[in-house]
């Protein structure tokens, strides 16, 4: 699932004191700084990755062009910030209806999308694997009991009672939820009309409000004020707000429904047949390419045009991959993306998505295993559920059902700007998660050539994957294996300093939230890589 971070936990914790009428204790976050996880810590203050430091080192350098694979929903390849990085397919010719290059793919010319037809169809929105699995094996069961049950179904049958748990908690949690946030936008809603009329302005700001005299107006405009103020203290704003209502009002719609099969009227394919690759179409923009796109910005986004922002890596190309709906991808759908970015010459992947159950998970293992086979990186985010990943599973990762763990693969968290703040949203795991990289507040790319701020580990991972890429460029023969190991040692250490553990309560250090106990940094980076190169240790 595509999964920036809408602050649902937030507005849950404002609907829980709004009701007990408690005050709010929820501290307000510092603004992050423009372009922060460009910067440095030392210098800036804000815990970016010393990005241009790390240019400094690099001035009397050559770099190579480096290929990027972008797993996601699709980017905006006309951005005007993006355009000039997107990788072109050199054998293919656009638009002559051949697969001029003999891939299996008619005219990807920037990439491929298992998303589609080849009448340009394409799916957008998908249930949940948890929605199918239970649709699945209830099929299966129906309401029997263990009594009914043969014993060489005993397992399966076992499994679905976990799954009807699962279901039946989110899809209570899902009908609890979706009232709750529309009394709240409609009521901020209203408060907006309210104070428009009265500051007689469509567009305000916090300290239009903080100059009203309460004393002087009556109560309608109290309300109002007192709704936009709980707001601003917290942290949502109405796009927040009828952001997290599309989320519950999708989920409940199309996530949480058994029934909703999309994918068999367009691509019309069996989804349990992971050996079917020929399929999908050349729309790499998709019906909603805005979480690909802003993923897409940080990576590698023009940093000589002077607009908008810059990415992290300065000569990448980036390959579209579309397999990311708006809901759970599937496994086959995955593994297939591996292994076209793979074959077509991506030498680091990004995959800013993730789900609870993977029952092809053997397909996406096989493909994970032929990217470390052809060295290519595969970086992952670790998934924004708050979440201990070592306990419970976010899938893909790099433990393989066979067992093992490949040498190629990633795991990244999320951190904020503020000093030694972990994202309260973000996974984390000892073992699971390698680093991690800012995640909160990221300036990026959006469709038509506009920009915005969104916070996940979708946002983390590829500032990881732009360093990653950063290094490559500039340090052709470095393997996948000693990337991913560059990375981990030369990260920002500090794993003494005491975090609030996401999604609990108390402090803990920041040490056991993963393997390294640091942060991605670009300048340590490429000051190791240096040292590495100076050893003959890259070859």
Do not use: C
């Not at 008619?106 to 948890?130: A, M, P, R, T, Y």
């Not at 300065?314 to 759970?328: E, L, Q, T, W």
């Not at 490949?406 to 990244?412: F, Q, R």
């Amino acid at each position: 699932m595509r999964k920036w971070f809408i602050p649902v936990a937030i507005l849950a914790a404002h609907l829980a004191t709004a009701q007990s009428q408690a005050p709010v204790t929820e501290p307000v976050q510092l603004k992050a700084p423009a372009n922060w996880f460009n910067l440095d810590y030392d210098a800036d203050k804000v815990r970016g990755v010393s990005t241009e430091k790390a240019y400094e080192l690099l001035k009397k350098r050559k770099s190579s062009p480096v290929i990027v694979g972008v797993i996601d929903s699709g980017i905006d390849v006309n951005h005007e910030d993006l355009k000039s990085k997107i990788w072109t397919n050199p054998k293919e010719v656009a638009g002559n209806g051949k697969d001029d290059d003999h891939n299996g793919y008619v005219d990807d010319v920037n990439g491929w999308s298992f998303l589609g037809n080849k009448n340009g169809q394409n799916i957008d929105k998908e249930s949940l694997e948890l929605t199918r699995e239970y649709g699945k094996y209830k099929k299966l069961f129906g309401d029997k009991t263990e009594a009914d049950i043969p014993a060489d179904q005993k397992e399966a049958f076992t499994y679905y009672q976990e799954l009807k748990i699962a279901y039946n908690e989110k899809a209570q949690e899902s009908r609890m939820m979706l009232p709750m946030i529309d009394n709240l936008l409609k009521t901020y809603k209203d408060a907006g009309n309210v104070l428009k009329g009265y500051l007689k302005k469509d567009n305000f700001t916090a300290d239009d409000i903080a100059k009203i005299d309460k004393s002087t107006v009556d109560s309608a405009v109290k309300k109002a004020i007192a709704a936009y103020e709980r707001g601003y203290q917290m942290g949502y704003s109405e796009k927040d707000l009828q952001e997290a209502y599309d989320h519950y009002k999708t989920e409940a719609e199309v996530q949480l429904n058994p029934d909703f099969n999309e994918r068999q009227t367009i691509i019309g394919d069996n989804p349990e047949d992971t050996k079917d690759h020929n399929y999908g179409n050349n729309d790499v923009i998709g019906p909603d390419a805005r979480h690909g796109t802003h993923v897409a910005g940080i990576i590698g986004a023009d940093r000589s045009n002077n607009l908008g922002m810059k990415g992290v890596a300065d000569n990448v190309k980036i390959m579209v991959v579309r397999a990311v709906p708006d809901g759970d991808e599937r496994d086959k759908d995955v593994a297939n993306a591996i292994r076209y970015a793979v074959d077509n010459g991506a030498q680091i992947i990004n995959m800013s998505f993730g789900k609870a159950y993977s029952p092809q998970k053997e397909a996406v293992d096989e493909a994970v295993k032929y990217a470390e086979s052809k060295n290519v990186l595969l970086v992952h985010a670790a998934g924004n559920e708050s979440l201990n990943t070592d306990v419970e599973p976010n899938y893909p990762n790099r433990k393989l059902k066979a067992g093992g763990e490949p040498a190629n693969w990633l795991e990244v968290g999320a951190i904020s700007h503020e000093a030694n703040k972990v994202a309260s949203f973000s996974n984390y795991g000892k073992k699971g998660v390698d680093l991690f990289s800012p995640g909160v507040a990221i300036y990026s790319t959006v469709p038509g050539s506009k920009y915005e701020e969104l916070d996940g580990t979708s946002m983390a991972s590829p500032v990881a994957a732009g360093v990653a890429a950063l290094v490559k460029s500039y340090f052709p023969k470095i393997s996948a294996a000693q990337l991913k190991q560059l990375l981990v040692e030369s990260a920002t250490k500090f794993p003494t300093q005491q975090v609030n553990l996401p999604g609990g309560e108390g402090q803990v250090p920041f040490g056991d939230l993963s393997n390294s106990g640091g942060e991605v940094n670009a300048y340590n980076a490429i000051k190791l890589a240096l040292e590495w190169e100076k050893a003959g240790k890259i070859k």
